[in-house]
Structure formats: structure tokens, C-alpha cells
């Protein structure tokens, strides 16, 4: 623009920031915003909040490669991390974040939901999970939390293995009157299998399919299904055990899991698709299944396929 003679304004470095974010260039982002405070322009509400959301776009893009959780067979869920970090910056950008939110505060910008909503995102994708609940109280004396924040909140503490604060943020969502939905389940269930709480998150799975059942809540889906019979699975006790088989049952009634419609038989399951604990689950409810169909005389025994 300037070289054409043409000086840019408050609201063509606003569009331009907004454009960096969702291109996800977040140092470009950054540098415009540089540049505005440079020329004393005056920076908005929505030109912080574009700045804000590429900064968690490019951290949750950065969670995704380099976190994942992985299942031992016999020993449970494991934090898996990336060997990869070529880029360290990017591991930093919740500060960036939280500077961006108080620069808001000490210059008079109004914040709103979404403001926190996205630094919540980058905190929560950081794993940064107290920095994630102090905002979601800051966030209280300005603005009403929304579900995108709270749910962010939640995984954090689920990402850093915090079960008491992601429970604790669960219920104020609903005592704030936002119904949970399923990201926000499976967010809580994420948490209580990283901490190891299968008699909560058994809880919680009842919860689901009760208020789907009454019309009040969100039905579970395959994701909580394998993160129910995978916190199950680590529990000990037989106790545990008949609740994975019950869990299972529920979701092959619901049609999560093993649907009339697939390609799965009586006689030719495949498995290749579920991880351990629910591969275990599913072949304790076909054998049961077989036996119980052999007593009755309601099938013919058949050859056995199991496809791994």
C-alpha cells in the first residue's frame, strides 16, 4: 500500500491481521500489531482478538503433531512427546497470549468471550492448565464463560493429568445453565483417563446415556466409548471388568460400536480398527454372544473369524 502512496489505516492492518491468523501466520500477525503500536495506531477489540486466535491456531496445529496418547497393553494410557522441536517458539506462544489479554486490560480494550475464549485455547493446548482456570475466573468478571472456553479449560487440565480442576470446571459450566456437550464429555472422560478415575468416568458414561435416553444431554460416540473401556480396562477388579462389558453392551445397542449395517457378522468380526482395551471388550460380548446362541439352538456353529 505504501508503495502505491496509499497509508494504511487502523482498519487495513485490522484486515490484514485477521488474514495473517487465518492463514496461520502468526509472527506476521504479530509483527502488523508490532507496527500499529508503532504508528500509535489504535488497536481494537477485534484486531487483539485475530491476533489472539493465531496464536492458538498455531498451537493446537503444534499440540497435534507432537502429543498423542498411546495404549500399552497391560500398563494403560502413556503421555507420548514428540523428540521433534524445531521450533521452540512456538511452545512459548501462551505467554504471547496472556500478554496479548493484559495489554487489552491496561489499555482500556474492551475483552470479550472470544478474547478469552481464544487464549483459553492456547493455554488449554499448551497444557497450560492453571493459567487456563485463572482466566476462566477473569473471564467471570467481565464477560459469561462460554462452552469453547470452558471445554478448552477442561482439556488442559485433562492434557496435564488434573482430574479435580477439570471436574470442577465441568460443574460450573452446568451450574452456569450451558448444557455440556460432547466435546466437553469427552474432554471430562479424557481427563479421568489420564488420571486414572474409572469409577467417575463409569459415572459420567451412565450420566451420558441417561439424559440422551430423557432427551437432556448428547449421546456418547466412538471417542467416548474407547476412552470409557480404556480407564475401565486400567482399573482393577472384576468390578471394573463387568462395567467395560457394560459399557460395551450399551454401545453396540446404541449402535456405536459393532453396527447392524457393517460388515461384521456373527461369525466375522473385525477388529483391526479398535484399540486393546476395546478389542478385549468386544471379543469377551461375541463370545458370549456365540455361546449364549449355541445353547439356545438359535444359530448353527460356524467357523470363527476374527480379523486383527
Known sequence: ?????IEPNEVSYGVAVTACGNGGQWEKALELLEQMRKENMKINTITYNSAIAALAKAVRSESRQQRRYDYRPGGGWSKVESSDSTDNNKNMLWKVALDLVHCMETEGIRRDSFTFSSAISTCGASGRWQESVDLIEAMKRETKPNKIAYTSA????????????AFELFNDMKNDGLQPDLV???????????????????????????????????????????EVI???DRGIGKINRDRADKVFTEAVSRGIILKKDSLDSSWEVDLSRMSFPVARAACRFIFRRIVTSARSGDDDIKDFSLIT
Open 1 to 5: 500500500m505504501k508503495e502505491k502512496g
Open 154 to 165: 477442561i482439556t488442559a487440565c485433562a492434557n496435564s493429568e488434573k482430574w479435580e480442576p
Open 184 to 226: 466437553a464429555y469427552n474432554a471430562l472422560i479424557n481427563a479421568g483417563m489420564m488420571a486414572n478415575q474409572p469409577e467417575k468416568v463409569y459415572e459420567i458414561w451412565e450420566e451420558m446415556c441417561r439424559g440422551s435416553v430423557k432427551g437432556e444431554s448428547v449421546s456418547p460416540d466412538i471417542v467416548t466409548l474407547t
Open 230 to 232: 480404556a480407564t475401565l
